[in-house]
C-alpha cells in the first residue's frame, strides 16, 4: 500500500463540493421511510465527530504533529457531511429539527470514558496506536455503510452525495490505517490495542443515539449475502494489520447484537 501524503491532502482538504447536488431532485424518486432513519441517525454521527474530538484533545493523541494536523481537517471534512445528510434529509421533506439531548450534555458513563482514555494515554506512550486502529475500523465501517446505503436505496441524487462524501471518508480510512500499521509493528504496542480493541471496540455511533436505531441500521445495511460479504470485508481488511489477524470485529457483534448472520 502506498504512503499517505498528509501535505498534498491538507492542500486539498475542503468542505464537501455540493454544487453539482441537484437538491430540487431529490423528490422526483421516493426515499423510503428505513433510508430516512439511516440517514437520520447517519448525521447525527457525523455532527458528533466534535464530541470524539474533545476526547481526543485531552490525549497525547494532540502531541504528534501529523496526527494533530489530520485531526483539524478532519473534523472540518466531517462537519460538512453531517451538513450535506441534513440537506438531503431537508430536500427529502424531512428536515432535521434540535436534538433531544444537547451534545454538551454527556451522559455519565461517556464522561467516565473520557477520563479513563484521558489517564491511559498519560501513563501509556504508544496510545496513538489504538487510537489509529480505532480510526481505521470506525472509518472503514462509515465507508462501507455509506457504500451499501447507496445500494440499497437506489436513488440517483443520494448516490451521487454519497459518492462525494465516499471520497472523503476512504482517505481518513487511509490516513488512520497507514498511522495504524506504522504503530503496529511493534509487538507492545500491537498487543495492548489490541486488547482494547477486544475488550471496548463497538461500531462507531454505539452510545450516541438510541441502541434501537442502531441495531436497525446494522440489519438494514448489512443483513443478507451482499451485506454479509461487506461486513466480512471490513474485517478482513482490519485482520491485515500486525497483531489483529484473529479479531472479531463488525461480524462477530452483528452475530450478538442483530442476529446470526446465515452462511
Ligand atoms: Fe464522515
Ligand atoms: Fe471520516
Known amino acids: 500500500m502506498r504512503a499517505f501524503d498528509l501535505d498534498a491532502w491538507m492542500a486539498r482538504s475542503r468542505a464537501l463540493d455540493l454544487s453539482e447536488i441537484d437538491w430540487a431532485a431529490v423528490r422526483l424518486c421516493s426515499v423510503s421511510s428505513d433510508t430516512i432513519r439511516t440517514l437520520r441517525y447517519m448525521q447525527d ?11 481526543l484533545l485531552a490525549t497525547r493523541a494532540i502531541d504528534d504533529p501529523e496526527v494533530a494536523t489530520f485531526l483539524a481537517c478532519w473534523l472540518h471534512e466531517e462537519t460538512f457531511h453531517g451538513l450535506a445528510l441534513a440537506s438531503f434529509l431537508d430536500a427529502a421533506g424531512h428536515p432535521v429539527g434540535p436534538r433531544r439531548r444537547p451534545r454538551s450534555r454527556e451522559p455519565l458513563a461517556q464522561w467516565l470514558e473520557s ?40 436513488h440517483p441524487v443520494l448516490t451521487e452525495l454519497l459518492e462525494r462524501i465516499m471520497g472523503d471518508e476512504s482517505r481518513h480510512f487511509f490516513f488512520y490505517y497507514r498511522q495504524a500499521e506504522q504503530r503496529l509493528q511493534h509487538p507492545a504496542p500491537a498487543r495492548v490495542a489490541r486488547l482494547l480493541v477486544d475488550r471496548f471496540w463497538a461500531p462507531v455511533g454505539s452510545g450516541v443515539g438510541p441502541a434501537d436505531d442502531l441495531i436497525f441500521m446494522a ?39 442483530v442476529g446470526a448472520l446465515t452462511s
Do not use: Q
Request: include cysteine; aromatic fraction near 12%; charged fraction near 25%.
Open 219 to 257: 440489519r438494514y445495511l448489512f443483513a443478507g449475502d451482499d451485506g454479509r460479504a461487506a461486513v466480512r470485508r471490513v474485517d478482513d481488511t482490519i485482520r491485515r494489520l500486525p497483531g489483529f489477524a484473529t479479531v472479531r470485529l463488525l461480524e462477530a457483534w452483528m452475530d450478538r447484537h
Open 115 to 154: 477520563r479513563a482514555i484521558a489517564a491511559l494515554s498519560s501513563v501509556w506512550p504508544d496510545f496513538c496506536a489504538v487510537h489509529m486502529v480505532w480510526g481505521a475500523i470506525n472509518e472503514l465501517t462509515t465507508l462501507t455503510g455509506y457504500r451499501r446505503l447507496a445500494a440499497i436505496a437506489g
Open 45 to 55: 454521527i457525523e455532527f458528533h465527530t466534535i464530541i470524539y474530538m474533545r476526547k
